[in-house]
């Protein structure tokens, strides 16, 4: 009984864990950037204006963390997602080192195979001989199941605004059951930012 039970207690502490974000499909320039960058334009590629704004605001938080000099691109247009132009214009301008791009990918899922397993749970015996019941532990099979998660992935790609405009870092995350946009939104900038540091692309150390 007491194994099935620290069995049932492991699969319930996994399942209120679920979730998560990972990184997959990262790449980093060997050579770029030379030195890590601090003044960087951030720009979300989304149409939506909302989803727009809090995926910036969010990138512009957690690079500021990092010493960051950030500038969410819906501060010079507000209106319209800006095209390339723009934004080479705005980079010339005001003297942008760096641009982080990022959009959605398409959703997708996860389906996975969860096995049965074997649960103890009180039962009543009866004996006719001696006529008297008595309570006992009996195990019963669950049956198995498929569980279906939701699968957000989103790019990211820097860029390095001299030497004609290298790609300098890109990475996808994926994200198990997103519970909320801005819950989301935060778990992945963390991830990204902390890559982006550990991989000397922006400056390492935390800034209160």
């Known amino acids: 009984m007491s194994r099935s039970l620290s069995w049932v207690i492991a699969v319930a502490i996994a399942g209120a864990c679920g979730g998560g974000t990972t990184l997959v499909?990262?790449?980093?320039?060997?050579v770029y950037p030379v030195r890590p960058l601090t003044n960087i334009?951030?720009?979300?590629?989304?149409?939506?204006?909302?989803?727009?704004?809090?995926?910036?605001?969010?990138?512009?938080?957690?690079?500021?963390?990092?010493?960051?000099?950030?500038?969410?691109?819906?501060?010079?247009?507000?209106?319209?997602?800006?095209?390339?132009?723009q934004i080479r214009a705005a980079v010339r301008r005001d003297g942008y080192d760096g641009v982080v791009a990022t959009h959605r990918l398409a959703i997708g899922r996860r389906v996975t195979w969860v096995h049965g397993y074997i649960r103890v749970r009180p039962a009543i015996g009866y004996g006719s001989w001696v006529q008297h019941y008595w309570t006992y532990w009996a195990g019963v099979q669950a049956a198995g199941d498929a569980e279906t998660d939701r699968v957000a992935r989103v790019q990211t790609d820097v860029w390095l605004t001299t030497d004609g405009g290298e790609l300098v870092w890109t990475g996808t995350t994926r994200t198990l059951n997103p519970a909320s946009p801005g819950a989301a939104t935060r778990e992945i900038v963390g991830t990204i930012v902390r890559e982006l540091a550990k991989q000397g692309v922006i400056p390492g150390k935390r800034h209160s």
Do not use: H
Request: without cysteine; charged residues 30%; glycine residues 10%.
């Open 25 to 30: 499909d990262l790449w980093k320039d060997p």
């Open 41 to 85: 334009l951030v720009v979300n590629l989304g149409r939506d204006q909302a989803t727009r704004r809090i995926w910036e605001d969010g990138f512009v938080r957690g690079l500021g963390e990092r010493g960051v000099q950030a500038v969410p691109s819906y501060r010079l247009f507000p209106t319209e997602l800006p095209d390339s132009a």
